[in-house]
Nanobody, 125 residues
Framework: QVQLVESGGGLVQAGGSLRLSCAASGGTFSRYPMGWFRQAPGKEREFVAAITWSGGSTLYADSVKGRFTISRDNAKNTVDLQMNSLKPEDTAIYYC??????????????????WGQGTQVTVSS
């Protein structure tokens, strides 16, 4: 059974950067598209970014486009989210997840079936 574990969260000042990483244990997710979501206090979980299994295509939420970059290393079974120019509104728990459909990308939470436990990102103003 594949498990996903996020890391790299923390406290950073506005304008700073963080790099989140999602690692698979107990198997591989190299055949699957991957996504990052986030959930701020009192809000619904929302899509952040996604990447195809090959890494050739990516998808971003408008709110993070140009600031965040998703990447993956299938040899290492990791998917990273580089977050630059962070804003207080980026504060949330960030989750990685595997997408159900092999050759597609999606923004809908229902399209993802395996989730990590999340990592907290806090951006101070």
């Amino acid at each position: 059974q594949v498990q996903l574990v996020e890391s790299g969260g923390g406290l950073v000042q506005a304008g700073g950067s963080l790099r989140l990483s999602c690692a698979a244990s107990g198997g591989t997710f190299s055949r699957y598209p991957m996504g990052w979501f986030r959930q701020a206090p009192g809000k619904e979980r929302e899509f952040v970014a996604a990447i195809t299994w090959s890494g050739g295509s990516t998808l971003y939420a408008d709110s993070v486009k140009g600031r965040f970059t998703i990447s993956r290393d299938n040899a290492k079974n990791t998917v990273d989210l580089q977050m630059n120019s962070l804003k207080p509104e980026d504060t949330a728990i960030y989750y990685c997840a595997t997408y159900k459909v092999a050759y597609a990308l999606g923004r809908e939470e229902s399209g993802y079936d395996l989730w990590g436990q999340g990592t907290q990102v806090t951006v101070s103003s």
